[in-house]
């Protein structure tokens, strides 16, 4: 409160008596606030007044400045530095470019997926033609047991039995039964035992070559699977070769992304 009802002129005020009744305290009210506390006791209320008045224009017009400078620097740096920023920009764009003219793809992911799944499917195929092998492997040491001269049944044979190999069979049977029926009238030697028994010869003979026939069915099957066998490993083998090579593609791409967003983001 103030003693004189007189005004002062705030040039008029001296230096040295408003410093000597100013106190300036600076509060902290949170992390980021401060509160700047600033108190000037005189007995003149209206020098208080101009005093208080002088210094909160003088703050404000400061503040004010050092934000317009603030902001000023803020914008001459970012003159400075968004063609920067726009020439990084370009060139990492361009690099995109050229990464996919020369490796012609849109997205390495989908390359990436296609090769996969090929080779998964490549995988299955391998898996299925090893288990037809064993099978039709396991076919062939059968025929060769059953496949001897002493005998004229092949369980293998009549599971890949061909028209003409059952048409042999049934002859052979019905010969036998007939040289059966004969030899109760005849003897080995007569002729009509003796005619029988080379037509049971010739059947045999027939039935043999019709075996080895089959038996030469399932190894060409074998062949042919070993044979799509070797096309599938080699395959398998350079599709591998792309995936890793497509690895590093996909690789220095997302790098490149990464890399422009970063800049993108300055």
Known sequence: TGVQTCALPISA?????????LTVEITEQSENQNILLV??????????SDVINNLTKKYVDYSLEKRQSGIKRGIAYLDRQ????????KEIKDQISDLRSKHNFVDPEVSIGQITNRLNNLSQEGEQIAIKR???QLMVRNLEQEFKPQSNNSTTAIELATPRYLELRNQLRDTDVEIGRKSAIFTDNSIEIQTLEQ?????VTLIVEEREAIRQKLD???????TRQQSITAET???????????????DYNHL???LTLTNNK
């Open 13 to 21: 005020i001296n230096y040295q008596e408003i410093i000597g009744n």
């Open 39 to 48: 108190t000037y006791k005189h007995p003149n209320k209206q020098q208080v």
């Open 82 to 89: 968004i063609p920067k920023v726009v020439l990084q920009v």
């Open 134 to 136: 064993q099978e039709l």
């Open 199 to 203: 037509e049971k010869q010739k059947i």
């Open 220 to 226: 060409n099957q074998i062949n042919i699977l070993e």
């Open 237 to 251: 083998t350079n599709l591998q070769s792309k995936l890793e090579e497509w690895s590093t593609i996909f690789r």
């Open 257 to 259: 992304q990464e890399k």
